[in-house]
């Protein structure tokens, strides 16, 4: 059994030119809108070097520029996303321009164009898909109402919270 799943990794590394992803590699979230309306994903993969790649594909959303984040809690329950909670923070301050940031889980603002869509890749060398977005209470991609100022605390002073998806393994 060991030799076949060792054959099966090295036939993927032959095929791929890398070894398949394990489940802690790897997360996808669907994105909701307040309303409850599939407006996207976002998927979350660890690179060969270690940075976690971030994709975020998005629809029917206002156009305008708007501040993203990874929260702390996987849960978009709360009609106002509050039950994601906060940013995933480490033991860091809020926003680039804070000479003890970033947060973990914040990310470069997002333009969404007049059609209400965007896509957009992200590197992050602070996230751990294992540590940060598949953690015991899971995370969130928030999308907020308004633009991330880089700055103020504890989240960017980016407003309303008007998009979200839970994180998963699948």
Same mark, same amino acid.
């Given at each position: 059994?060991?030799?076949?799943?060792?054959?099966? $990794?090295?036939?993927?590394?032959?095929?791929?030119?890398?070894?398949?992803?394990?489940?802690?590699?790897?997360?996808?979230?669907?994105?909701? #809108?307040?309303?409850?309306?599939?407006?996207?994903?976002?998927? $979350?993969?660890?690179?060969?070097? =270690?940075?976690?790649?971030?994709?975020?594909?998005?629809? @029917?959303?206002?156009? =305008?520029?708007?501040?993203?984040?990874?929260?702390?809690? &996987?849960?978009?329950?709360?009609?106002?996303? !509050?039950? $994601?909670? &906060?940013?995933?923070?480490?033991?860091?301050?809020?926003?680039?321009?804070?000479? @003890?940031?970033?947060?973990?889980?914040?990310?470069?603002?997002?333009?969404?164009?007049? $059609?209400?869509?965007?896509?957009?890749?992200?590197?992050? #060398?602070?996230?751990?898909?294992?540590?940060?977005?598949? #953690?015991?209470?899971?995370?969130?991609?928030?999308?907020?109402?308004?633009?991330? #100022?880089?700055? !103020?605390?504890?989240?960017?002073?980016? =407003?309303?919270?008007?998009?979200?998806?839970?994180?998963?393994? @699948?």
């Amino acid at each position: 059994m060991r030799l076949s799943k060792m054959f099966a $990794a090295l036939v993927a590394l032959t095929i791929t030119g890398s070894m398949p992803l394990s489940a802690a590699d790897f997360a996808r979230a669907e994105v909701r #809108d307040t309303d409850g309306n599939i407006v996207g994903g976002v998927t $979350a993969e660890t690179t060969p070097s =270690g940075t976690v790649l971030l994709t975020v594909s998005l629809t @029917e959303l206002p156009p =305008g520029i708007h501040g993203a984040h990874i929260h702390e809690t &996987g849960d978009c329950s709360a009609s106002d996303f !509050s039950s $994601a909670g &906060g940013h995933v923070a480490g033991d860091a301050q809020h926003g680039v321009d804070s000479a @003890e940031g970033p947060h973990p889980g914040d990310m470069p603002n997002i333009t969404i164009l007049e $059609a209400g869509a965007t896509q957009v890749e992200i590197f992050s #060398d602070q996230l751990d898909i294992d540590r940060d977005i598949l #953690d015991d209470d899971g995370s969130a991609f928030v999308l907020h109402a308004g633009v991330d #100022d880089y700055t !103020s605390q504890p989240s960017g002073a980016s =407003g309303d919270r008007i998009a979200c998806g839970e994180f998963s393994a @699948e």
